[in-house]
């Protein structure tokens, strides 16, 4: 059974700090590149960035260059999302992603976990 699970959201206050993480299992971890996405009320899915299944590429949306880091831990089939000098724009569900190398679409998703920056 493939499952996707996202942890380490919360409030936080605006220049403050998140890590999540996104364990994996039920299929070859170091056969898909995993992303990060976040819903924002009202709004539809953003793609954040993403870290390809080689772990040599990593990839952000331009809002979040510099401040968040995508890495990934293959032993423990575990990606994160690192995410520094939050604002309160950055509020939203996140969602973490797993798509095979062949693939042209994720095949896999999480339950999404909230992330709140106050100002």
């Not at 999540?20 to 996405?37: D, Q």
């Not at 990593?58 to 880091?69: I, L």
């Amino acid at each position: 059974q493939v499952q996707l699970v996202e942890s380490g959201g919360g409030l936080v206050q605006a220049g403050g700090s998140l890590r999540l993480s996104c364990a994996a299992s039920g299929f070859i971890f170091t056969k898909y590149t995993m992303g990060w996405f976040r819903q924002a009320p009202g709004k539809g899915r953003e793609f954040v960035g993403a870290i390809s299944w080689s772990g040599t590429g990593t990839y952000y949306v331009d809002s979040v260059k510099g401040r968040f880091t995508i890495s990934r831990d293959d032993a423990k089939n575990t990606v994160y999302l690192q995410m520094n000098d939050l604002m309160p724009e950055d509020t939203a569900v996140y969602f973490c992603g797993a798509q095979e190398m062949s693939s042209d679409d994720y095949d896999y998703w999480g339950q999404g976990t909230q992330v709140t920056v106050s100002s």
